[in-house]
């Protein structure tokens, strides 16, 4: 097996391969190093990497804490700083035979759409150099579409693991709100951060999901057991699913080049089976203004315990964006402004919550486009950050209200990827994972591989 | 709602935020025209709304109170920047 074909297999098939002894971990290891040797220089996407390694090599983003490996949040106040201990899904994922290859690169404590806010230098989109790989789980996006990992973990808070997977061309798995324990991520806003994967295939991120999701006893959210497959899925069609499609997912702001290419997926989800029916979102409008409240209220109080004294920097090292998201927090929950934004934003999700709730009484799985746009220019939104944040415009609203997405490849515009998102029902990975599968395997999208 | 140089240098000071005059000028813009955008929120009617402050509507979860495994002195020191005795250093919180 030539190296890049090593290096193109799905964790599937990587685990069949050392199962069958097609290859060794020490050979699969040392090819995947040598590979990023080779591409990370151009690509950016690991701020660390293993100088030795062994088990199956996976990319874990810079904001989950690994024991005695540097772990920075792509944050200069975190420079140096060395974790103690190894959250929960890293000690979860090692007792599988997972072994950290190298920390990827991110937006400061995952905060941006670009991966442009990290301390360290932007990563790239192995599509295109000149483009962002989105954020905020940059790196680990990118280091999965130029196959320089079997798989990686993501943050998905705001869309930060949806987002950019879509931008990347490769599959991410938001879990819905409680599904896998948080200790060792490094907080950013509570009440939305969820760990999930971000793999090559959907099959491996139901793999992935498996292994990391359960409580732990750390994590008071995380009490539902863990994921485990207990239907038997569609097989080749979608027969009996009732796919429902938001129309305020393909309004104004919405690229036509990507609404063509979104449509065409419904348009074989419909092939394949499925029922299409109209549902309403009506709230959609108000997600971004109630979530930049929240999640910059919960950040503010997150981002208080920096202080250099228990670990990390003095507070002037925090980026331009840490501290607007902290001064927006810190406003919002002052004295005198709580109940106009604060209060009212967390009204806000209860509307957005409520629409999720309606829709779903008519369909199994919400379908619709994870970006309005493919991956933008490098530089080209970083000196207005409302720009930058409206780009989340369809991610936000299952953060807000907490359930699960997928984010599968369904095409592309100016040979940039295109990701379908597969919104499900709280705690309903299943489906949507299922959906994602069959529509996988009846289309090749996610088979196609960047030219680096 | 515009957010004045003044109103930006009091948030900093509750935030624990070391800004510079251009940071403050700056923010001052940006935090006017972000809140202008979150100014919308208002025409959305929730009169009759319970507010939702977390989707799992879990509360007081709490665990047996047994002491469990923790860290070695040591190692919950190791990233401290100043360390003494086997404690942290930190500033003194009253003046002398």
């Known amino acids: ?452 | 709602m515009k957010l004045t140089a003044d109103q930006v240098k009091k948030v900093a000071k509750l935030a624990n935020l070391p800004l510079s005059d251009e940071e403050i000028e700056k923010y001052s813009g940006q935090l006017s025209k972000i809140l202008d955008y979150i100014d919308q929120l208002n025409s959305a009617d929730t009169s009759e709304v319970e507010p939702t402050f977390n989707v799992t509507g879990l509360s007081n979860v709490l665990r047996e109170d047994k002491v469990g495994e923790s860290l070695p002195q040591e190692e919950a020191l190791q990233n401290a920047s100043q360390v003494k005795d086997g404690f942290f250093v930190t500033k003194g919180v009253f003046e002398e």
């Open chain 1, 1 to 452: 097996m030539s190296d890049s074909d090593l290096t193109k297999l799905t964790l599937i098939e990587t685990i069949k391969g050392l199962k069958n002894k097609q290859f060794s971990g020490e050979e699969l290891n040392n090819t995947y190093r040598e590979r990023i040797k080779q591409l990370n220089p151009k690509l950016n996407a690991y701020l660390w990497t293993a100088e030795k390694s062994s088990g199956i090599p996976a990319a874990i983003k810079d904001i989950i804490i690994t024991k005695n490996i540097p772990t920075t949040a792509g944050s200069k106040i975190l420079e140096g700083f060395i974790p103690p201990y190894d959250a929960t899904v890293i000690e979860r994922l090692k007792v599988k035979g997972i072994g950290v290859v190298g920390k990827t690169n991110c937006d400061e404590f995952a905060m941006g759409s670009s991966g442009e806010n990290s301390a360290y230098g932007v990563a790239k989109n192995s599509w295109d150099l000149s483009k962002v790989p989105g954020g905020s789980s940059s790196g680990s996006s990118a280091a999965v579409a130029s196959d320089m990992c079997v798989f990686a973990l993501g943050t998905d808070t705001g869309g930060s693991i949806r987002q950019p997977a879509s931008l990347c061309g490769v599959v991410g798995l938001k879990p819905s709100y409680g599904r896998v324990s948080r200790y060792g991520a490094i907080a950013m806003a509570s009440s939305f951060d969820q760990i999930g994967p971000i793999t090559k295939t959907v099959a491996d991120a139901r793999q992935v999901l498996e292994w990391i999701s359960g409580p732990d006893g750390y994590d008071g959210n995380c009490v539902e057991e863990g994921f485990r497959v207990k239907g038997k899925g569609y097989g080749e069609n979608l027969k009996g699913l009732k796919v429902g499609i938001p129309k305020e997912y393909f309004g104004k702001g919405l690229d036509q080049g990507v609404e063509k290419v979104v449509r065409e997926a419904i348009k074989k989800l419909e092939e394949l089976g499925a029922e299409i029916v109209e549902v309403t979102l009506p709230h959609t409008e108000y997600g971004i203004a109630a979530y930049y409240i929240i999640m910059a209220s919960e950040v503010s109080s997150n981002l208080a315990k920096y202080d250099g004294i228990r670990f990390g920097g003095t507070r002037d090292k925090f980026g331009d964006e840490a501290k607007r998201r902290i001064m927006l927090g810190t406003f919002a929950l002052s004295s005198g402004y709580y109940d106009d934004y604060y209060a009212k934003a967390a009204r806000v999700r209860t509307l957005i919550k409520e629409d999720f709730a309606k829709a779903f009484e008519k369909c199994d799985v919400i379908v619709g486009p994870v970006s309005p746009t493919v991956a933008w220019n490098l530089g080209e939104k970083t000196q207005d950050p409302l720009t930058m944040y409206l780009s989340d415009a369809y991610t936000i609203p299952a953060s807000l209200a907490g359930i699960p997405g997928l984010s599968v490849p369904c095409g592309f515009v100016n040979n940039l990827p295109v990701g379908l998102q597969i919104l499900g029902k709280y705690m309903d990975e299943e489906t949507i994972l299922n959906v994602g599968e069959v529509y996988e395997k009846a289309t090749s999208w996610h088979k196609e591989k960047p030219k680096i």
